[in-house]
């Protein structure tokens, strides 16, 4: 990598990719607005109405996303708003009394700021720059693109199975006993190679709408097939951050807009699910959108956390054990070794027997994994640990090409396990983006080596064909 830097954002010398280059006192300021933020917000979440408790997370959101002067790289900004939107919706619900409180709301309330609070903390307000190495990368290319077309393969069978058997829900595609219908994870190795793609092409400064428009429409299809909003999202989200990082700056209201109508489009495509697998008519509702938002995808990590909390005194604490249970699952493959417990079978199994059953279920909690390993200082290390992942990934993503990749194809999954458990993100990171990643870099380096060798070879001249 000693070619010259591609600055999409603002300029660094060569070499100083990750550094800040703010002045110490303006980095004191952030970090003192930061506590002051989580102490004034902590106030308000130890008062007695759910009013204060939506202001005091509302007043931690805010504090990140100024601290992060709004980067959109920044784990601040992406994060913060979205576990805003999981943590506060039931008391925003309770408070307009739309929802019955089930019990235990300010202790889910009070658990949710802490979590979001140590997070903050551990990654930290640095902002770092995006600078990433420009360099030619044919062999990547080609093999990113043999990569590409395998996974829309496997993907066009996972979706020709749900089309012929006419698996109208997640609960009957998830009932079905075909190996087919467990090929969904081709859709995360298209997403991490369409980045791939997406990331070299901008930085020869081309925009390939070809493939945006068709990757777009590929996972809208494989959507209204299979229900999985996620892969409508997750294609957007890279296209936006890409876009906005290696092509060409989005200005700030762009970005709120975008961001609040993806957030409006999550009750719009909940509407579309399996669409066009439905035997009724579809109706798309466009009535009191914001409380359809809060009352739709956005629910479910605090009022779970709220039955698990409901129940916590005749649940014994784990203390650590479900971490081996996430590595587990993680690391030991299914197809030989029986898959044994994780937080969230192990939440859906006790308390909700009956969905379980249908195919279905209702996630968990990050904040309730840690919450059943040791309390309140479980959920403080379970993000700890969150925290110092992210951070990882932020850091090295900021100048190097296959770390940028990994950080921006691991956000929708980052903010995918606030209503889930680390299982999901150790198996997922794992298997769905580095395990294809080191396939990716194997093949260009053997495709490399080749060419390489191809090269070494001298045909001979005619004249020492004559002699031979």
């Not at 640095?126 to 600078?131: D, G, H, K, S």
Request: aromatic letters at 14%; charged letters at 15%.
């Amino acid at each position: 990598m000693t070619a010259d830097l591609l600055i999409p954002m603002s300029p660094l010398p060569p070499g100083k990719a990750r550094e800040s280059w703010m002045p110490m006192n303006e980095q004191f300021i952030q970090w003192e607005v930061l506590l002051i933020g989580i102490l004034v917000s902590g106030g308000f979440i130890f008062m007695d109405h759910a009013s204060n408790w939506i202001l005091g997370l509302a007043l931690l959101t805010g504090t990140a996303l100024a601290v992060a002067r709004f980067d959109l790289f920044h784990p601040y900004t992406w994060y913060a708003p979205f576990f805003f939107l999981y943590a506060a919706s039931v008391p925003i619900l309770v408070w307009l009394e739309l929802k019955e409180d089930i019990g235990d709301l300010q202790e889910t309330v009070f658990l949710e700021w802490l979590a979001l609070s140590v997070f903050l903390v551990v990654v930290g307000p640095t902002n770092r720059t995006i600078a990433l190495p420009f360099r030619k990368t044919p062999c990547l290319k080609v093999t990113a693109w043999v990569l590409l077309l395998l996974s829309m393969a496997v993907s066009a069978a996972y979706l020709g199975h749900i089309w012929l058997n006419n698996l109208a829900s997640k609960y009957e595609i998830a009932l079905s006993p075909s190996a087919l219908a467990r090929l969904d994870p081709a859709f995360s190795v298209y997403a991490l190679v369409y980045t791939v793609l997406l990331a070299v092409a901008f930085q020869r400064r081309v925009f390939p709408w070809g493939l945006i428009v068709f990757s777009v429409g590929w996972n809208a299809l494989a959507f209204l097939l299979s229900g999985e909003r996620d892969l409508v999202f997750r294609i957007l989200w890279i296209t936006v951050f890409l876009v906005h990082g290696l092509y060409r700056p989005i200005s700030r209201w762009m970005l709120a807009c975008i961001a609040i109508g993806v957030i409006m489009l999550v009750p719009i495509l909940g509407d579309l699910k399996n669409a066009l697998l439905r035997d009724s008519d579809t109706t798309i509702m466009v009535n009191a959108m914001a409380l359809r938002v809060l009352n739709d995808e956005f629910l479910t990590a605090s009022e779970n956390l709220q039955y698990y909390l409901r129940n916590a005194s005749f649940e014994p604490f784990y203390f650590g054990e479900t971490l081996l249970w996430d590595f587990n699952r993680a690391f030991l493959p299914g197809v030989i070794f029986p898959e044994g417990p994780d937080p969230q079978k192990y939440f859906n199994v006790t308390f909700f027997p009956e969905v379980v059953e249908q195919g279905g279920g209702r996630g968990f909690t990050l904040v309730g994994e840690g919450y059943m390993n040791f309390g309140a200082w479980g959920v403080a290390l379970w993000f700890v640990l969150l925290g110092v992942f992210v951070r990882y990934l932020y850091s090295k993503g900021a100048s190097n090409l296959t770390w940028f990749v990994i950080y921006v194809v691991s956000m929708p999954l980052v903010i995918y396990v606030i209503r889930a458990d680390f299982s999901n993100l150790i198996a997922q990171f794992g298997k769905h983006i580095i395990a294809p990643m080191l396939l990716l870099h194997i093949g260009q380096e053997m495709l490399r080596g080749a060419l390489a060798h191809r090269r070494t070879v001298r045909k001979p001249s005619i004249t020492e064909a004559a002699e031979a």
